[in-house]
């Protein structure tokens, strides 16, 4: 099937096999390889990217319902100097990563939380994060990074 | 001032924030550029004789370019002879002999997973299309599942050896190890088998060319991956290259490369086809190596007024379907079995045995957590016999300061501790009197929150095999920028920061001018990896090794250029400058020293082998909540000590413990995999497997203790494994303690809602 | 980890669907957020030969006040009934247990349409629409037909759709009574409940105590009859097959149907 699909700005016109999975056709057909593969059950979210501005896990959607929409990955976090967004800044400057695996889908979770409560408490970060599995970070620091990317955004 | 000890970001992370790092499956590198993609057919049964193999409608399916069985296992060296290791050297090597592992799985399958076939195909999606028209026919046989199946040994995995009991390392009873006890406490416990869940699988690549096999692994050690394949496919090493990109988290249970990456390179060799594989998470969860899987009888004895005479802990290791480490773990927990206590007499011993289960091995802690798990429920149990605070027993049995080093009396000698400053600076910091004091009150009170205190006292060792040591090269070149070349290989450690900060640190070349190579083995023909949280005190010490050479090197020079002599010449650590002193104002820079350095430029290296094993040791204490009505607990609070020693980075050495308190308390709480008694996998998937998320977790409490190690340079001991060794039992022992004025005395893990629920059950019924 | 192939067709209407779906049989399902029906597929548990992505049929997704009643498309998400401020005047029960399904991202794709012609006992909204009396707007090839959710969850995984037919509207009755609780009992924030209940009032329906989702008819019976809240949740057990699993026996999802239930009524009357 014949798929069009807006990826970080650019167009994306392609001809996929019916079942391709979104995931697979932003690593493998776009070749956007950030956004990552961590499970098979829809629970882990490393997967997660933006479609038209809210999260989703990109391995539970077909390339064909993403066929107009814009996606947003990692990748396309920052700007075009390579400068960081503020939630990738964050990350770094609290330690928010280790291996990194979980982490592009962990940024893409953080940001459209933050779209959606710009001022989230502790306990609503942990549980709009409750869909993005880590192993390394123990979450803590993770939670300090979208903590101060939110303050951040309101001090500035 | 020193970089070492301040809060450096990492430089690894921009590239991961906005590219992402590039781990097997997103190489982008020419050899691959048209590899075919490897799945695996796998034995869905747990116990059975494989009768026969049909690959003919696999091989005709779309996109098919090869179907491998163990029929075209025909260009290996046979295997080799039986080592004759019995498993209780003490040694992470698998038992030969009767014990082998096979590759692919010939007459005889021995769990659920366990690779039949390989299907090479164009592309992914073909691949598990063609997978399934596999037809493999098999003559089930009795599975043997958990531990008394295998000890009684109606079914053997492996008829040839007698017996399921792989090793035996057992040390009997003496009676006298009890006597003068005025109390005695004797319990079974479990020690449940759990799955790493690194959030990157397996992963593999390989491509074969004019005589040389180039493998990319998702790796923590390439050098003994390149060992491994050398021996597996009987190649010359140095026909070999072993890179190992980007790994997406390991936890031990991606040492070297195991039977399916062996699989995957050998299909490249083989057929000549360029291969790729990343296993599903179902594969994961199947047939990547589980941990833990222990069964422990624990007997503490003592006198009532707190003091703890003897303790015996008995341990049956389940070692899965082959006994891939030998008795290695079982062997490191009687090591470690007494733990950070002065105990007279102790026994430790244990067996191995096999089950129709996948294999078992290193899995973050690696043999520790099983030995501070026991004591400290033994401990506890102890406490609550003679009715005395948990805390306090611990305190009056820890090794005291003035028995360092400390020989315990299971063979380790303990190098440098603080034990009971770690467990005071943890009572304190969580506020311990006033705790116990708002839980008398709920109880008072007949609260259906009950709050439930747990303390855990530990001492691991890391670097176990120190004796292997670590490699480092350091090249500073003639523009001033600096390579170092280290046998370490981290995996989310932030090992290239860390060097950074040592070569920083030493030479005052700013972080930003060194890149540091790791895991490729035509690079670093010769290092060990990371794992045994030994990467810090033997690779980093090499670095700094290296560095303190280069820096002598550059002496030389510098006197040679300044004309002057090497005794007169200083190092502006703040500047990067030499000069001679009294005179800053005519220094060189590192550049113009490397250049004047002749053609070998300035060049170091150093195999670090004079390390030894250190002794990293704390205190946990979570703070937990059980609704008594539910028997679920939340984890309310977690205050931790972690001293391992000197600490070289402090945002490095927090997040190590944070990522092992998360997994520590996953045991405790949610973790198990499980088998029905036919050997089938209950818990596949991450659905069923529970992983820990940021929901069930609060911000941790970590506390600052530092008592350096005395063997190396930088008085370092390793933190990687720390977290889960502590914290494991701090909450076992929290939601026991929550629910003990009911009457209960052990919950084994995890302790899930039902668990809680049904040993309040039994403790209300049985009064 | 990847479906079997399938032929994917889109719908941009009900009546697009309905010829879709008529054309190609028994082997066509529909595709709404994907949230049930692709895990599914992935792991080879399901295996339709065609999709039908009603996902882009706009006309399905709202919330509706019409006088006695909401009407909810089924093609609303589940974020959107969170975040519905209609909802959350009328029909807080909804809007809240809503808020609870899996995971932020699992919200944005999942429909509650999708959930509820999915059937898992285990799953939330199921339970709520039949505490609530909703009544499920169903259209086919024959026309238009109202289910009461009583009779619409008829075994595990099956409903009383027909094939061919297509789940359009909920349209659930708004309350006379005003309390109302969810208790969703498990062991992660993003599990599956191990045993859940619903109330609006008088009425109290069970999640995951059987292969459907349960009226605990004898609660209600003993609420009705003025029993408290404590009297009436000791019957919460009766008549449920609740499954032995890994998250407990029997006994205990017995055991927690009382706790929840008694929880359930007496928040519910802080609400009221």
Known sequence: MKVSVSVNGGQVDADVADRTLLVHFLRDVVGLTATNVGCDTSSCGACTVLLDGKSVKSCTVLAGQADGCEITTAEGLSADHGEMHEVQRAFREEHALQCGFCTPGMVMATVSLLAENPTPTEDEVRSALEGNLCRCTGYH?????VLAAANERRTS | MSILGTRVVRTEDPRLLTAGGTYVDDLRVPELARASRVTFVRSPIAHALITGIDVSAARAAPGVVAVL?????????PPPEDSGLTGTEGAPLPLGGPWGEPLFAVDRVRFVGEPIAIVITDDRYQGEDAAELVNVDYEPLPAVVGFDAALAGASLLFPSAGSNVAVNGAKEADAATFEGCDVVVEHTIENQRLAPVPMEGRAAAAHWAAGKLTVWASTQNAQIARFILAGALGLDPGSIRVVAPDVGGGFGAKIGVDRDALLVAWAAKHTGVTVKWSETRSENLLAMTHGRAQRQVIKIGGSRDGRILAYRLEIVQDTGAYPRMGGFLPFLTSLMAVGPYDIGKVEAGYRVVVTNTAPISAYRGAGRPEATAAIERAVDLFATEIGMDAADVRRINL?????????????????????????????????????????????????????????????????????????????????????????????????????????????????????????????????VGTYASRSLQLGGV??????????????????????????DLELDIERGAWHVRGDPEASRTWGQVAEHAGEEGLTASVNYTEGQPTFPFGTHLALVEVDTETGKARLLRHVTVDDAGTVLSPLLAEGQRHGGIAQGVAQALLEEMVYDPSGNPVTGTLVDYAIITAAELPSFELLRSETPATINPLGAKGIGEAGT?????????????????????????PVTPARVWAAMSEARDGQ | MIPAPFTYKRAASVDEALELVTGDGDEAKFLAGGHSLLPLMKLRLAIPEVLIDIGRIGELSYIRDAGSHIAVGALTSHDELSRSGLLAQELPLLAHAASQIGDPQVRHRGTIGGSLAHADPAADLPAVVLALGATLVVRGPAGSREIPAGEFFQDLFETALQPGELLTEIRIPKPEADGWSFQKFAKRGIDWAIVGVAVQGGSVALVNMGPTPLRASAVESALAAGSAPHEAAAHAAENTSPPDDLNG????????????????????????
């Open chain 2, 69 to 77: 069985t163990a029929a075209d296992l025909d260009d290996l060296p």
């Open chain 2, 725 to 749: 060794i502590g914290a494991t039992p701090a909450l076992q022992n929290a939601v026991i303690d929550a629910v003990s004025h009911l009457g209960v005395r052990h919950i084994d893990m």
């Open chain 1, 141 to 145: 620091n993770i939670v300090r990074a």
């Open chain 2, 542 to 567: 090499a670095v700094q090794k290296a560095a303190v050479d280069v820096k002598e090197q550059a002496r030389r020079v510098a006197a040679d250029m300044l004309e002057a002599s090497e005794s």
């Open chain 2, 399 to 527: 090794v005291p300061p003035e028995k360092f080093p400390f020989a315990s009396p299971c063979g380790a000698v303990y190098d440098t501790g603080a034990y009971a400053e770690a467990l005071d600076k943890v009572l304190a910091g969580a506020g311990y009197q006033e705790l116990r004091a708002e839980q008398a009150r709920r109880r008072e009170g007949g609260d259906v929150l009950q709050l439930g205190i747990g303390v855990a006292s530990y001492v691991e060792i890391t670097a176990a095999d120190a004796a292997g040591g670590e490699t480092a090269r350091l090249d500073v070149h003639g523009d001033g920028t600096a390579t170092v070349y280290t046998g370490s290989s981290a995996h989310g450690q932030g090992h290239h920061t860390a060097w950074a900060m040592l070569v920083q640190a030493e030479l005052g070349i700013d972080m930003s001018k060194v890149t540091v190579v790791h895991g490729d083995t035509d690079l670093i023909p010769t290092g």
């Open chain 3, 249 to 272: 026996p029997r006994a205990y999802r017995e055991h927690l149907a009382r706790v929840l239930v008694r929880r359930a009524l007496e928040e519910s009357r802080t609400r009221a």
